[in-house]
């Protein structure tokens, strides 16, 4: 079969690789901004969709099913993100004949509106946070918040990644924030409507990962923490999680299940969870598609979910049995994002000089990006996931210190030295985890941590890398411009210290 790829960047990798391993072709389809991206490099066949900006490339339908036209595909993956939980395209696909790799289209459609998710948890017995229906204006919203008591949250009926919610404290800042969100729910989702919750302070951020076929089998593989978040996006997830005993695995694992069952769920997803301080949960909402840290999970369950979604979509009977899924060790995920933390998580686009990939036991490395790859600002700015396993998660957080001490990339600025600071934070040692955790820290940190934090070998290497570039210039440079060579090789010491520390030569 050939299947296309509705993705880019370190996913749109991944799916190429199942499809291989499976026997399958794989179709990428590419941007003006990615045409030699690794994504594209490494499928199959490329098909060219349009210029860089995502509404005129990666978002659009039309286009995508162009390419599917056009290159023969007779499915189509959309990893996460773009179309991903698009229910139109999803209906789109199958209406030209071609098999989705997802759930159906009138699943994701349920379950892609928060307050309809909502209501379905609650009609199978779900706890859920009190909450509200779409708010009709501030006035609803105050008088929520003054019979549950402040702070509540407001968000986007199609939201999601932190967009288009606010923590509203005080009565006085609801009109303004309240304005703010449903902004946000226009701007990213089309859906200005806006619901509001009690807050619940200091959460952890628990998912469930759910799996199920055309022929009524429904599986949950555990848990996986996700509270480091920095303004509600997720930069490092683990499996299982400290705070989850067996008993509280299987309430959870059930809760997933009698939603999913009730939506009429098949192939992957992930029902996420708020943990209490006090044990107690709440159904948050349900992602109808694979999760950027789906990593984890596999590497704890020992499962391809990629291949299982695959195997699912062509009508295969998944004969997964329960009781047999059980954690084995602890993974934990870093994402790996181009931005840059000395200078308040600004975007860091450009070429990427130097990467060099840490490696050995336990290790992962899912990347979209190689030495010499362009990473432009019209995207999301994770560039590659790093993952470690080992048999606890003391014994993990040590792997990830090594695997971390390896991990080199120069030319673009990027989160590795987040990581590396975290390590040294007890909190995230004994994993005493809420979701505001990461932004607590932050505003503690100065910039001087961070940048003890950086790899103290990095500038170096650039030095050296820069050396060898202007070697090379030279090299092809001819006999009469060989002067104005010699005087570009001179700056190679300063190129190398702008590309260690994410600038460029000039």
């Known amino acids: 079969m050939r299947i296309l790829i509705a993705n880019r960047g370190e996913i749109a990798v991944r799916l190429l690789r199942a499809c291989r391993e499976l026997g399958h072709e794989s179709v990428a389809v590419y941007s003006d901004a990615d045409r030699v991206q690794p994504h594209v490099l490494e499928a199959d066949w490329a098909i060219r969709i349009g210029p860089a900006p995502a509404r005129e490339s990666y978002l659009d339908p039309e286009r995508v099913l162009a390419a599917a036209r056009q290159s023969g595909a007779e499915a189509v993956h959309p990893g996460y993100g ?92 609801l009109p303004a924030l309240l304005a703010r969100a449903a902004s946000e729910g226009k701007a990213f989702f089309a859906d200005e409507r806006v619901y509001a919750e009690k807050l619940i302070e200091k959460p952890r951020h628990v998912e469930v990962q759910i799996l199920g076929d055309r022929h009524g089998n429904l599986t949950h593989f555990g848990e996986r923490e996700c509270s480091l978040q ?56 349900v992602n109808t598609r694979l999760q950027v840290e789906h990593p984890v999970t596999e590497m704890v369950y020992g499962v391809d979910l990629v291949h299982l979604m695959i195997r699912e979509a062509l009508g295969e009977r998944l004969e997964l049995d ?63 996931k790093l993952i470690v396993w080992a048999e606890d998660r003391g014994a993990a957080l040590a792997r990830l210190r090594r695997a971390l001490t390896e991990y080199r990339i120069a030319g673009i600025a990027t989160t590795l030295p987040l990581f ?87």
């Open 82 to 173: 773009f179309l991903a939980e698009n229910a139109s395209f999803a209906r789109a696909v199958e209406a030209a004949g071609l098999v989705w790799i997802g759930p159906p289209p009138e699943v994701i459609e349920l379950l892609g509106s928060k307050t309809a998710a909502r209501e379905l948890a609650v009609k199978v017995g779900a706890p859920v946070v009190p909450g509200t229906a779409p708010l009709a204006d501030a006035g609803e919203a105050a008088a929520f918040a003054d019979r549950v008591g402040y702070p509540i949250l407001l968000k986007a009926v199609g939201g999601g990644g932190g967009k288009g919610m606010r923590v509203v404290r005080y009565a006085e800042e």
């Open 322 to 384: 329960q009781a047999a899924i059980v954690p084995r060790g602890h993974a934990v995920e870093c994402r790996i994002y181009a931005e840059d933390p000395l200078r308040g998580f600004a975007p860091s686009p450009g070429t990427i000089a130097i990467l060099e990939r840490p490696g050995g036991p336990g290790v992962r490395v899912d990347s979209g990006v190689r030495a010499g790859s362009v990473v432009p600002l019209d995207y999301d700015p994770i560039v590659a």
């Open 230 to 285: 920095r303004r509600h996006q997720k930069v490092l997830e683990e499996s299982p999680s400290v705070a989850v005993t067996p008993e509280l695995r299987a309430k959870l694992g059930a809760t997933a299940l009698a939603v999913a069952r009730a939506a009429g769920y098949r192939s992957a997803g992930t029902v996420e969870f708020l943990l209490a301080p006090d044990g107690s949960f709440y159904f948050l909402e």
């Open 420 to 506: 590396r600071l975290l390590l040294d934070v007890p909190e995230f040692r004994s994993g005493a985890l809420h979701t505001g955790l990461l932004d607590e820290l932050l505003s503690q940190q100065s910039v001087e941590h961070l940048e003890a934090a950086s790899d103290p070998h990095l500038e170096e290497i650039a030095i050296v890398g820069a050396a060898c570039l202007a070697a090379l210039d030279a090299a092809r440079l001819p006999a009469d411009a060989m002067a104005a060579g010699e005087r570009a090789g001179m700056r190679w010491r300063e190129d190398g210290r702008r590309l260690a520390h994410g600038r460029f030569p000039r």
